[in-house]
């Protein structure tokens, strides 16, 4: 549960255990006439923390790792003549994005519900292509992703109101698209066609393209975390000086807290900052006051960013594109890591070389809390792809020649939906007991409770990292 650490009388309990350290702080602090044993030794965050594993997001990153590999096959098949392909060329085209040699065809059978392999009707040869189900969920991601636009172009207005100058690379823009619930042809749909916000120009020293913000709206420069403020202080009645500079707190189990760590994050709270939609150009950031407040406002900018974002998540190194424009530190992993409290990354996806941030008050056992519609879309591709293949009616054969025969001994030939058992039927979900009896069109299917990672795919994820520029950005490794 979210906690407020509120009251420094709570935090210097010595009574507290460690089972009630990630509850909500809220008891009537004792009179205390003198903190200076607060002082006595060294209270600040520390620098360099390890990451500790929350298995809630990791698992999430699981079924996600699979996603992107069947997205890689999705486009692939829907930029071909009819949206199939033979499997003869299968392989060879394949190995174009990033898979190895004889490894697609295996890749495929594991995920019958998103594509089938069936033999055509006249020239008698073994197609691929994506099935019904995996084609509703294509078209109900498309009507989402339209039908949120709107919303799309002020997420966009406010992600330029966070930069120094209020403008953006067009590229580092386009890169973090899906994650900002942009479509494909944004420059088009979303930048020129409204002009009345953005506006389109070339750099003068290169030939880069950038977004930037016509006009800044007041009314857009408010925070997520200023509206869960407002929330907590008027439901749960938190003192609002407590609460006034917080973030909402959730360290990952097994967090190890100890009494001055949990000062130094009373005091951490109290720190005053600037906003991140504020213009801070014209201050003094000499003083170790406004580097403490400067810190403060990254930790604001990311939380922003997140918040912004559709699934509550976004590559690290995605962040990194934005650093420079934001005022973000240069060790992007290190700092994060010292606010495990806040947000949490999660190097599934990648063999490790890939780092995605949570933000973890979004999230409650690995699923977002209030999901949008974008959001359900997407996550219809991940119930198909964690769906038993035994929910599928297996043929015997590889290859079933099935033709209706006419009464003239004509016959017209049918395409067969080929599957192959092959072995694959623990997938990591639980099957519903009544089978899968709902037809093609129902994507409703339960992605089951206890949903667990599929690590004998040694080879899961052939993701490449953006290239980002050196002085952008740092992992702090």
């Not at 420079?324 to 290190?334: D, G, R």
């Amino acid at each position: 549960m979210p906690i407020f650490f509120s009251y420094a009388a709570k935090l210097l309990n010595p009574n507290i255990t460690k089972a009630n350290t990630t509850k909500l702080i809220s008891t009537i602090p004792l009179n205390f006439t003198s903190t200076k044993h607060m002082s006595q030794k060294c209270t600040s965050i520390p620098k360099k923390q390890q990451r500790v594993r929350d298995h809630a997001y990791d698992n999430y990153m699981e079924i996600e790792k699979k996603m992107r590999k069947v997205l890689k096959f999705q486009t692939l098949f829907l930029s071909q003549h009819n949206q199939t392909l033979p499997v003869s060329r299968l392989d060879f085209l394949a190995r174009r994005i990033g898979f190895k040699r004889q490894e697609a065809g295996s890749f495929l059978l594991k995920f019958p519900h998103v594509f089938e392999i069936y033999e055509h009707p006249v020239q008698r040869i073994l197609y691929c292509r994506l099935t019904r189900k995996a084609l509703l969920q294509i078209e109900q991601e498309k009507k989402a992703l339209n039908a949120q636009i709107p919303e799309a172009v002020t997420r966009l207005r406010k992600l330029l109101m966070m930069s120094n100058s209020g403008c953006l690379r067009l590229e580092h823009v386009r890169i973090a698209r899906t994650e900002f619930g942009l479509p494909e042809d944004f420059e088009y749909s979303v930048v020129l066609k409204n002009a009345q916000f953005f506006r389109l120009f070339n750099a003068k020293e290169t030939t880069e393209k950038y977004i930037e913000l016509v006009d800044r709206d007041p009314s857009l420069a408010v925070c997520a975390i200023e509206k869960v403020r407002e929330k907590e202080y008027r439901e749960r009645g938190i003192d609002a000086e407590d609460i006034r500079f917080s973030f909402l707190v959730n360290f990952p189990p097994g967090f190890k807290i100890g009494k001055y760590y949990r000062i130094a994050v009373w005091k951490w709270q109290r720190v005053p900052y600037w906003s991140p939609y504020e213009d801070v150009s014209g201050y003094d950031l000499r003083s170790l006051e406004a580097q403490k407040r400067m810190e403060k406002r990254a930790v604001a900018t990311i939380h922003e960013l997140l918040s912004l974002t559709v699934e509550k998540k976004i590559t690290l190194e995605r962040i990194a594109h934005f650093r420079l424009a934001m005022n973000l530190p240069k060790k992007l992993k290190e700092f994060l890591l010292q606010h495990q409290g806040i947000f949490y990354i999660s190097t599934r996806g990648n063999h490790g070389k890939l780092h995605t941030v949570f933000l973890r008050e979004a999230y409650r056992k690995g699923e977002l809390l209030e999901p949008n519609d974008l959001y359900l879309a997407r996550r219809k591709l991940g119930e198909l792809v964690l769906m038993s293949p035994r929910k599928v009616k297996m043929d015997t054969e590889l290859v079933r020649n099935r033709r209706d025969r006419h009464d003239d001994g004509g016959y017209m030939g049918r395409s067969t939906v080929v599957h192959a058992n092959n072995g694959f039927d623990n997938f990591g979900v639980k099957e519903n007991a009544g089978g899968d009896q709902k037809g093609d069109d129902d994507l409703d299917s339960d992605l089951g409770s206890n949903v667990e990672s599929d690590t004998s795919d040694e080879n899961d994820d052939y993701d490449s990292v953006e290239t980002i520029d050196a002085e952008d950005y740092d992992m702090g490794m």
